[in-house]
């Protein structure tokens, strides 16, 4: 009776084994260039147009050919990549799931994604918010990137959540570049919001190895920002060369 009921134990082991190694397999961390983050500011200073305006910016953005180049140009030649909308500390949105990009095909599967994702706008901004946000994406991406970037775009200082400061220095302490897309309202002239708005990306959100911003003035110049950006900040080390001039803070007119 023990020696049967020992047999049947000893065989359900087995059966099970393989599903073990398989669970096992799914566990482990694929291997990337980048995990990327795409953060997009749905704040209410964000009109209907005007969110429409980023989203359709970051869809072409994929499906733009020196995008790609960048992509694929990397030592693994894939990123990990997703999207979320943000706004009030407690208001975040997982638009796209996390997703592995190496071709034209799962780059179009993800430009897709973000043209079939709700459109929707919140209240008050909060960068702390996102980036903390950010962070728990990161802990279950299911990628190993050989670098983490979270790319955040938005045209408000944080006025809602937690200090940014200390979200901020947590961020790096953990490894995290992040880079910024200030959307002004005009051009940044001496004394006016705008250029208070590029000071404030450059000092108090972006930072990191490599970091930078990209000032779009204007939201008519966001499909060409945002498409320079994410080329930038996926490069591989043959790709970088093409950006190896530019500044840290990168202006894009209208």
Known sequence: ????????????????????????RAATPEPVDVELILAVDVSRSIDAEEHETQMRGYAAAFRDPDVLRSIMGGEIGSIGCCLFTWSDSDSQEDLVPWM???????????AAAIDAAPRRTWSYTSISGAMEHALRLYQRSGFEGT???????????????????????????QGIIMNGLAVLDR???????AAALEDYYRDEVIGGPGSFLVVAEGFEAFDRAVRRKI??????????????GLPRVDRVAA
């Open 1 to 24: 009776m023990q020696r049967r009921q020992l047999m049947r134990l000893s065989g359900a082991g087995v059966l099970c084994a393989p599903f073990l190694l398989r669970g096992a």
């Open 147 to 173: 670098r983490r970037v979270l790319d955040i775009s938005g045209d408000g200082m944080n006025n809602s959540g937690r200090r940014l400061e200390g979200v901020r220095a947590h961020m790096l302490d």
């Open 231 to 244: 080329a930038r900040e996926v490069a591989g080390v043959e790709s970088a060369t093409r950006f190896a």
């Open 100 to 110: 592995r990009i190496s071709d034209g095909a799962s780059a179009e599967r993800f």
């Open 187 to 193: 051009a940044p002239g001496p004394g006016n919001g």
